[in-house]
T-cell receptor, first 113, second 117 residues
Framework: DQQVKQNSPSLSVQEGRISILNCDYT??????FLWYKKYPAEGPTFLIS?????DKNEDGRFTVFLNKSAKHLSLHIVPSQPGDSAVYFC????????????FGGGTRVLVKP | GAGVSQSPSNKVTEKGKDVELRCDPI?????LYWYRQSLGQGLEFLIY????????KSGLPSDRFSAERTGGSVSTLTIQRTQQEDSAVYLC???????????????FGEGSWLTVV
């Protein structure tokens, strides 16, 4: 039972353009959502998060949008840079469930110069 | 240390042997997690320690897997009678008490790469 899904395993985008990564979840108890970025041979690093009381959070080139009714969140990266090439994981947690993070399967992003 | 520290960074073991993987979380972090990532797969939750509460072991794939956290700090993940399907990178992470609160995010170590031959 995959509670967090990233249906696009990969994404290719031209440098300078927008990258849009999508994530869907099924558990309505989730109240906090995060995006992590992972380079090969490294651990995931935190990128940006959003609480369920918000529908948008922005940090520099990164913006996360949350649509609770659709149980959908997305990460926008604009403008995309070659250094953004990595695997991106969305994750969700529920305070009622002890805040354990549940991850999606990841989306590999390739930004072409 | 400043970050989550894991050892060994790489481990090659023969099928059937036991392995121990160690995690030293960030000082002051009461929550500790183990995840694993098999080749081409996502992050799979294994076990979660939160303070003095009973650990959430719901992600452990079989009874060959166990984990301990001594003194509320260092954790050891033990895999007994390793199988080839256990080959993966095992990631440890830690956070402050309530990782869901803004600013209390989860920080990962660089992982222990396990290869069972």
């Amino acid at each position: 039972d995959q509670q967090v899904k990233q249906n696009s395993p990969s994404l290719s985008v031209q440098e300078g353009r927008i990258s849009i990564l999508n994530c869907d979840y099924t558990n309505s108890m989730f109240d906090y959502f995060l995006w992590y970025k992972k380079y090969p041979a490294e651990g995931p690093t935190f990128l940006i998060s959003i609480s369920s009381i918000k529908d948008k959070n922005e940090d520099g080139r990164f913006t996360v949008f949350l649509n609770k009714s659709a149980k959908h969140l997305s990460l926008h990266i604009v403008p995309s840079q070659p250094g953004d090439s990595a695997v991106y994981f969305c994750a969700a947690s529920a305070r009622a469930a002890g805040n354990k993070l549940t991850f999606g399967g990841g989306t590999r992003v390739l930004v072409k110069p | 240390g400043a970050g989550v520290s894991q050892s060994p960074s790489n481990k090659v073991t023969e099928k059937g042997k036991d392995v121990e993987l160690r995690c030293d979380p960030i000082s002051g972090h009461t929550a500790l997690y183990w995840y694993r990532q098999s080749l081409g797969q996502g992050l799979e939750f294994l076990i979660y320690f939160q303070g003095n509460s009973a650990p959430d072991k719901s992600g452990l794939p079989s009874d060959r897997f166990s984990a301990e956290r001594t003194g509320g700090s260092v954790s050891t993940l033990t895999i007994q009678r390793t199988q080839q399907e256990d080959s993966a990178v095992y990631l440890c992470a830690s956070s402050r008490e309530w990782p869901g609160i803004s600013g209390n995010t989860i920080y990962f170590g660089e992982g222990s790469w396990l290869t069972v031959v």
